[in-house]
């Protein structure tokens, strides 16, 4: 669909990934945080990056479908 996305997954969030996520933040226009949880990474996100970091939170250990991520990032660029 012509939609530009970059994926980065961190394998250890302590120590934050501080000097890598500001450097994400200057390359995006936002940031799409799926987590499964109530949005404690997003808010460790946003310290670090100028640029809106979208929170898709979810509870209930059933994790973030293929649909589900995808309406977030369409919902996005429109």
Not at 2 to 26: H, N, Q, S
Not at 28 to 47: D, F, H, T, Y
Not at 49 to 54: A, F, K, L, Q, R
Request: neutral net charge; charged residues 30%; proline residues 5%.
């Amino acid at each position: 669909e012509g939609l530009k996305v970059g994926y980065f997954r961190p394998i250890t969030i302590w120590p934050f990934c501080d000097a890598r996520m500001a450097e994400l933040g200057r390359q995006a226009k936002r940031l799409i945080v799926p987590e499964m949880n109530l949005g404690q990474l997003s808010r460790e996100v946003e310290r670090f990056v100028d640029v809106p970091v979208v929170k898709v939170s979810k509870i209930g250990g059933i994790t973030h479908s293929v649909e589900e991520i995808y309406e977030a990032i369409a919902r996005e660029a429109s």
